[in-house]
């Protein structure tokens, strides 16, 4: 974004963050800035990322390519506003200077095609049937990895300036907070990214992909067939819901979000699943295949298991559905059955 536009992104946000600030000046800001996004779709990203990164985090870089710019904007706001205004604005202004740089070098140059595997060395973590593992990537965030998933990286992460990772399947991240370096999870249609925080991803294929909050704050856009969505961006105990079939991508408000990460410590938790979900989940947990006599379409289970053996689980489901199962070596046969 160059320089002009960014003169008018800084007097819109500051005009915003100021309560006693003139309305007619902010109708006008905001006049302006529909005028710009109406030029270009790819405008209305960044300035999803611009209120994004404004609302987290005004960290300047490290070194001093800001400062040409922000003593031109300095000067130009000392021209426009009385002397009783300036030292709000200066700091205003700073931080929109510090958001506009970060937006130039984190969502500009470093957007480029970071997952082509030319020039990266790529590292691939996986947890086999029946196991979860735990990750500590080289900038320490830390991973859980559910069974039948996999998590890659490149070997230079620490190093780089924007931390992309890729996952198929779920896993859990408490990332290493580092508000220069934002850290992106590609995970199938997903894109979620951070500064520090802790989330769930649940991106199995075929499924509704779910990103749940847990701490911190998350941007959550669509990602697929090159193409991205405006940002949503999640608080604590809030999801991102993207439904494969009619590629909606929504905001779902939620009791509890450590629910998501239970699987974490050995548990089950299931809130009106989908029966055929349920038996996915045992499977990849206990490692078994599970074989139905009817499709059990439209029944739902309502249970928690708290890191039990599989014979407690069926029996429970036993109960509920009126089913009867056997077990021969790694696979589960079941048989009859009613909704409730």
């Not at 036993?318 to 070596?329: A, E, F, V, W």
């Amino acid at each position: 974004m160059d320089q002009e536009n960014w003169k008018f992104v800084l007097d819109y946000l500051s005009a915003k963050e100021n309560a006693h600030g003139n309305v007619q000046q902010i109708k006008q800001e905001e006049k302006k800035i529909q005028e710009w996004l109406s030029k270009d779709p790819k405008n209305q990203q960044d300035l999803e990322h611009a209120l994004w990164l404004w609302q987290i985090s005004a960290v300047p870089p490290e070194d001093d390519d800001w400062k040409e710019s922000f003593n031109t904007i300095q000067t130009s706001l000392s021209k426009e506003v009385s002397p009783k205004t300036v030292k709000f604005r200066f700091w205003i202004a700073a931080a929109a200077v510090f958001t506009a740089v970060a937006l130039s070098t984190f969502f500009y140059r470093l957007q480029q095609p970071v997952l082509q595997n030319t020039g990266i060395d790529w590292v691939t973590k996986s947890a086999g049937a029946g196991k979860v593992i735990n990750i500590i990537l080289p900038d320490s965030t830390e991973i859980w990895l559910n069974s039948g998933s996999s998590i890659s990286f490149p070997k230079n992460l620490q190093q780089a300036a924007l931390r992309t990772v890729k996952l198929k399947g779920e896993a859990f991240f408490k990332v290493k907070r580092d508000p220069r370096h934002p850290f992106v999870v590609h995970s199938l249609n997903l894109r979620t990214q951070v500064l520090g925080t802790s989330f769930n991803i649940r991106a199995w294929e075929g499924h509704r992909s779910e990103v749940t909050v847990l701490t911190g704050k998350v941007a959550v856009s669509r990602d697929s067939a090159g193409g991205q969505s405006a940002a949503i961006h999640l608080l604590p105990n809030q999801k991102a819901a993207y439904d494969v079939h009619s590629t909606n991508l929504s905001l779902e408000n939620i009791g509890n979000a450590q629910t998501a990460a239970d699987w974490t410590e050995g548990k089950m938790t299931f809130d009106q699943t989908d029966l055929r979900d349920v038996f996915e989940v045992i499977e990849r947990k206990y490692d078994m295949k599970i074989i139905t006599d009817q499709s059990f379409k439209g029944c739902k289970l309502t249970a928690q298991f708290d890191n039990v053996n599989l014979n407690e689980v069926l029996k429970t489901i036993q109960l509920s559905l009126d089913l009867h199962y056997t077990i021969n070596k790694k696979t589960i046969y079941i048989k009859g059955g009613k909704c409730n």
